[in-house]
């Protein structure tokens, strides 16, 4: 795939790594697993990306989402994908300088710039998920939002984070409690030790957020 650089637009990059990769044992395995959730990713959000997830070394990927109010959905696809290891996120809003092609390390703009210092500066602040490239005001709100969903997320037991997942998945409580094999009252007080109902809340204002809000600097509207 290779188009010609839609200079006038902002995208959102995506780049992630793996928590405490040096701690990991068999760098063999955790590869395979690793390019699994990749590959799950991309092909549950192939009409939502750009251009798809791919390795950009070690244990770092790479993605370029074709709108913006698709992070939250992306991000937590690949937490929940992952049995083996956590990653933390960096979202860069920006330009593209360079034409199109299925690999973003092929790539080059300031939105794959400013998606990697953003996960740099997360490294340094302990942060699952942080935003550079926005309007000053609206990158301050999101990055307030993206901490707020991240302390609901460190509350978790992994019961109660196992208990989200499933919730996200199945159509209904009933269909939730029957394939976790425990009843409808106990998963509803799992969901609300979790503060599920307040996630839900919180991701929809960031849906919001990155789908009305998120503009160019220029005051455009970033289409």
Not at 117 to 138: F, I, N, Q, Y
Not at 178 to 196: F, R, W
């Amino acid at each position: 795939m290779s188009m010609l650089a839609d200079n006038g637009r902002f995208y959102l990059a995506v780049y992630g790594d793996i928590k405490h990769s040096r701690l990991i044992d068999d760098r063999d395995l955790a590869q395979r697993a690793f390019l699994g959730v990749i590959d799950a990713v991309n092909a549950d959000f192939r009409r939502d990306l750009a251009v798809p997830f791919s390795i950009a070394k070690g244990d770092e990927f790479q993605g370029l989402l074709a709108a913006p109010e698709y992070a939250l959905a992306i991000i937590d696809a690949f937490d929940s994908r992952s049995d083996h290891f956590t990653f933390r996120y960096g979202l860069g809003w920006g330009t593209i300088e360079t034409a199109f092609r299925s690999r973003t390390t092929e790539m080059d703009g300031t939105c794959f710039h400013n998606a990697y210092g953003a996960l740099v500066r997360g490294k340094k602040e302990d942060r699952w998920a942080t935003c550079s490239g926005a309007p000053d005001a609206h990158e301050r709100v999101i990055n307030g939002m993206l901490g707020l969903i991240q302390v609901i997320r460190d509350g978790w037991t992994a019961r109660q984070r196992t208990a989200v997942t499933e919730r996200r998945r199945m159509p209904t409580l009933t269909a939730t409690s029957e394939g976790m094999g425990i009843d409808k009252s106990t998963l509803s007080k799992m969901l609300k030790a979790a503060n599920y109902s307040q996630l839900l809340a919180a991701e929809e204002a960031m849906k919001i957020l990155l789908r009305d809000y998120l503009v160019r600097p220029t005051g455009g509207d970033g289409t």
